[in-house]
């Protein structure tokens, strides 16, 4: 198993394009989760599924969408990328109890 | 005032010492995430607790629930302990999924 794999692994935007992160995820979980990870400060949820066709907000939820088609993926998207959103990004799984993570794409906006 | 409070936020040790990683949370919680973040950046989570204590290897995680407090303690330590521990507290979420409320992390080091 690949667990879950993300990509890109990094990407420069300039303001105002927009780009997808991808994540995908090989172990059939029903449960998946956008997280940002800023310096200094803790991981924050921006999105989350319980299944295909069911997502929800998470705490920073402005300025990013997702759609479940798959059980396998939870792809991420920037509309108009603002110097803010400037993070590294992990994407993560799980059945139950333990997620897991991604490898993470790290986002710099310009 | 972060919901998850981690401390200490830096900690240096040297080889063999006793770690104490204490996390505080001010949330209601229905469990209670112990990760660890390499230094490469990959997440890896180390436990998961909603009552007492668990035990992998030199790791050992405990939790209060009346006090809303949580420890991490790695024994005989070693430079490959070297890594940011996060806390990160566990509330329901829609279809039985849980969101998790984060700590800062404390950074470890371990000198040998």
């Known amino acids: 198993n690949a667990g879950v794999t993300q990509t890109p692994k990094f990407r420069i935007l300039k303001i105002g394009q927009s780009m997808t992160l991808q994540c995908t995820q090989d172990?059939?979980?029903?449960?998946m989760y956008w997280y940002r990870q800023d310096p200094g400060m803790g991981l924050k949820l921006i999105y989350y599924?319980?299944?295909?066709?069911?997502?929800d907000k998470g705490e920073v939820p402005n300025g990013y969408n997702v759609s479940r088609s798959t059980t396998e993926d939870f792809p991420l998207r920037l509309e108009l990328a603002a110097p803010s959103q400037t993070s590294v990004y992990f994407c993560?799984?799980?059945?139950?109890?333990?997620?897991?993570f991604g490898p993470g794409t790290r986002l710099l906006v310009l | 005032k972060n919901e998850v409070e981690q401390s200490p936020q830096n900690l240096t040790a040297q080889e063999g010492e006793f770690i104490t990683i204490n996390c505080s949370y001010s949330?209601?919680?229905?469990?209670l995430h112990w990760l660890q973040q390499h230094p490469g950046g990959g997440i890896v989570s180390l436990f998961m607790?909603?009552?007492g204590k668990k035990k992998h290897g030199r790791l050992i995680a405990t939790i209060n629930i009346q006090e809303k407090h949580s420890s991490l303690h790695i024994t005989a330590s070693h430079p490959r302990d070297s890594a940011v521990y996060i806390c990160?507290?566990?509330?329901?979420?829609?279809?039985?999924?849980?969101?998790?409320?984060f700590g800062k992390g404390t950074k470890l080091t371990v000198n040998p």
């Open positions: 993560a799984s799980s059945l139950s109890e333990t997620q897991y």
């Open positions: 990160a507290a566990a509330g329901p979420a829609q279809g039985g999924s849980e969101k998790l409320v």
């Open positions: 172990m059939n979980h029903n449960y």
């Open positions: 949330v209601g919680i229905s469990a």
């Open positions: 607790l909603s009552s």
């Open positions: 599924s319980v299944g295909a066709g069911i997502t």
